[in-house]
């Protein structure tokens, strides 16, 4: 790995002292790391928030990777070893190392209870961080300062490990008392045991479906052998496995993209691509996904009429003075404004996306507008349907798929409510009519389709339904080719099979700096294990 030391005191203070970049996430006051006796209740919210804060910078890559987003040259295919260096550097010297601290103070204590919670923390990251980037240190890793030059295991190979790990912290979980005091100690849950070995089931859930194209006996069988054991899953949406963010911007702890676009600067523009999408097949998310700054507002590269002005992805053509013009993000996930404004150009064929009720106006957002108490969606009840769904069409695992299809739909819009009324937020919710509604309309287009179409309408669903979590669009994007994104207009690259490693990483880490231009080109168009 790289120099812990040295990386841990300039990330510590790149996240004290930022300014309003879209990089600023959260002010930490103090440093819970390394502390003389460390203390559990410190340190366990402190690798939540480290979690949810290292994972800002992938997440916005892999979301406009699969046209939730735009930028001018990761949406053209384009990636550098500086575009997720923050991510891996922080993630291994804050969030992993903390967690390892846990579990080693943890297990000394025998408080089972912090160990459970760190081991699962862990198996999550890791799991994610071999699928976005592969091979990955692991095993050296743990070790913290002990070995300075840690060797990159192969991604199936930490898979495994996983598995593991994930039973022990089950196993962990139920060895005495689980009494997390505070319980504002745990930020998730709340030190809920019950919610934790959700968690841990519905993770093992998503890696058994990840791996089905490479180990398809192992992945049936690990999916079935859960459901013929009942064993607890994230069922319900107050079961989320999530991160909610708040709504004060001093110290900082609003949602990023907030942070990133209500203020006079923006960093992104809204996928044309996915706008259209949302409206091309009357979906009533799009009031909640997106504000618009103004009613009307066409220029060359996009030709829209309502209002809705992004850009489509791979657009190189440069970018006019348009920060007040261009449209935003909503109320879900990030906590900013619901557009209750008349839109321009409907049909009569839209039903579900009206004018009725549209009574306001667009305007120039500020810091003052909105929230900010967002919530970044690591697994939720939503996407443990829409991957049982998937699991049943394609491997034949228990489970009526049709159902699992019109569960994960629903709750997904009972989660945009959800946000849309918490935390500070005051926008309308969809009627439960219209919920209703709505299911039973994408049901019949489910009805309609052969096997390919059904596998093509849960995956469209599930795309939709993690707007906010890029990262496992970008997984089952690979995995699957669903649903089918338009081509970059003016490409640069092929697209990306693997994330960049860190550039600190590979000149530093002794077992890849001789070959470091090799790994890094072999990332854009190598798989990973499981993407077959």
Known sequence: MIRIATIRTAFLLSLLFIGGSCKEFVDINTDPNNPTTPVLELLLPATQLSMAGSLRDVNQGTSILVQHL????TSRNFQDGTDYQQSWNSLYTQMLNDVD???????????????????????????????????????????????????????????????????EALADA???????????????????????????????????????????????????????????LITTNAQDFSFRFGTTETPANRHPWHRAEYQASKSYYMSQNFIERLFNTDDPRIRYYFFRQTSNYTVGFTPTGNG????????ATA??????????FGVYPAGGLYDNSPINNLTAAQTFITNTGATGAPKVVTNLDGSGAGVFPFITNAMVKFILAEAALTMGTTGDARQLF???????????N????????????????????????????????DAAGKLNAVMTQK?????GNGMESYNDYRRTGLPVLPAPIAPLNTFPLRLTYSVTELATNVNVSGKADQLQTAQQTTPVFWDK
Do not use: C
């Open 463 to 467: 795309y939709i339904a993690l707007y």
């Open 319 to 328: 970018s006019p003075n348009d920060n007040a013009l261009k449209a935003t």
């Open 406 to 416: 019109q569960d994960g739909i629903t709750a997904h819009l009972n989660s945009v």
């Open 70 to 73: 735009y930028t001018s040259t």
């Open 101 to 167: 601290i846990i579990i080693r103070e943890g297990t000394r204590l025998q408080r089972w209870d912090y160990v459970a919670i760190a081991k699962l923390e862990k198996a999550y990251v890791y799991s994610m961080m071999v699928d976005l980037w592969g091979d990955i240190p692991y095993s050296d890793a743990s070790q913290g300062l002990t070995v300075s030059d840690p060797t990159f295991e192969s991604g199936a190979a930490i898979y495994d490990k996983l598995f593991v790990l994930i039973d």
């Open 418 to 449: 959800t946000i849309s009324t918490t935390g500070g937020n005051s926008a309308p919710t969809l009627p439960a009519a219209t919920v209703t509604a709505f299911v039973a309309n994408r049901s019949s287009q489910y009805d309609a389709a």
């Open 174 to 232: 139920n060895k005495g008392a689980f009494a997390i005091q505070p319980t504002t100690a745990d930020i998730i849950y709340k030190g809920d045991k019950n919610a934790w070995i959700r968690m841990a089931n519905s993770l093992k859930l998503k890696l058994f479906n990840q791996i089905r194209l490479v180990q398809p006996e192992k992945a049936k069988a690990g999916i079935n052998a859960l459901l013929t054991a009942n064993a607890p």
């Open 308 to 315: 809705y002005f992004g850009r489509y992805t791979g657009d």
